[in-house]
């Protein structure tokens, strides 16, 4: 009833930002929203992926394009919601110039990516040719969506954020990478360009070597064949371990704590909505024992943990659960 109320207040835009940017368990239609729209991604996953096995590519080419007409209209649709919408996000220094967060939420990553999910597709309309007539190496920028399901993933959400917050870390790192790969990439071409002209006959050539190795990939396909080469080439093999571990420890690390961080949220959100309950309450009602055996087994879980995490009394964590029953 409290939701419903607070939604009647809200002005259809606010309730659509609501809907596509912060849905939550307690507002029903937002759900709704995110699982059809994280629904309607996946197919169309699935059906690039199954389109790009010949015997399936040719017949469904008519079902293609079908496809690709309803998606470019709905993916449109999407994202002019998100620009309108965007009007109302809150914002760190307060702006509240509605042109501005339209701005900002056009030029953010998620934006772009929600402008290339029909973009490319609606190239087909625009400019009908041969260059497009093969619909599946299209289909092909679909991949593109895959990304929008970070919106309604916790764990990609997760690494956008430590992304986000070690982006100045994670670039010095892909410079060292970077200076690293020079470095191996020309010893490499002073000790085997004269053994080995055709792999290793310039640095950019050496460049491939030099990456598998110092990434610890080793694809095995480019070799050292001379004394010197497999020395040096032993160097970077070690020097690659590191190299190749720094970035992944800075994404669990930061992973790790992330967690910890929104368990720790989770944990002050169930205690503020649970102490403004029993203010609701005001435990007017008395408790009687026999309720507490009407209890399904998850809400006999749910008084448990509301007793040892929150320090409430039997008859208060009772009194909460049955009233969020209803």
Not at 22 to 39: M, Q, Y
Not at 54 to 64: I, S
Not at 150 to 172: D, M
């Amino acid at each position: 009833m409290a939701g419903s109320s607070i939604s009647k207040a809200q002005t259809p835009r606010q309730r659509w930002f609501t809907y596509l940017n912060a849905p939550s368990v307690d507002n029903k239609p937002s759900v709704a929203i995110s699982i059809f729209i994280a629904t309607i991604i996946v197919l169309n996953i699935l059906e690039v992926i199954i389109g790009s096995i010949p015997e399936y590519g040719f017949r469904m080419r008519a079902w293609y394009w079908l496809s690709s007409q309803v998606l470019v209209v709905f993916f449109a649709i999407e994202y002019l919601l998100r620009v309108w919408v965007a009007a109302d996000t809150p914002h760190e220094k307060k702006c509240n110039s509605v042109w501005r967060k339209r701005r900002e939420y056009i030029l953010s990553p998620m934006g772009l990516v929600d402008l290339f999910s029909f973009l490319p597709f609606a190239l087909i309309f625009v400019l009908p040719s041969s260059e497009f007539s093969d619909l599946r190496i299209l289909k092909l920028f679909a991949m593109a969506r895959l990304l929008k399901l970070t919106r309604y993933s916790t764990s990609l959400t997760i690494l956008l954020r430590v992304y986000q917050e070690n982006k100045q870390i994670l670039l010095a790192a892909l410079f060292i990478i970077m200076a690293l790969t020079f470095v191996a990439a020309a010893g490499a071409y002073l000790f085997e360009h004269k053994a080995q002209p055709e792999v290793f006959g310039s640095i950019p050539a050496a460049m491939w070597w030099a990456l598998v190795t110092l990434t610890t990939v080793g694809y095995g396909d480019v070799t050292p064949i001379t004394l010197g080469g497999k020395i040096f080439g032993s160097v970077v093999i070690v020097c690659g371990v590191g190299v190749a571990a720094m970035p992944a420890g800075i994404f669990a690390s930061s992973f790790v704590q992330l967690i910890k961080e929104q368990e720790r949220q989770r944990r002050r959100d169930r205690r503020e909505k649970g102490t403004s309950v029993l203010e609701k309450l005001k435990m007017k009602e008395p408790y009687h024992p026999q309720l507490h055996l009407e209890l399904t087994r998850s809400e006999q879980l749910e008084v448990d943990y509301l007793m040892k995490e929150m320090d409430l009394t039997l008859d208060q964590a009772v009194g909460v659960v049955i009233h969020f029953r209803h």
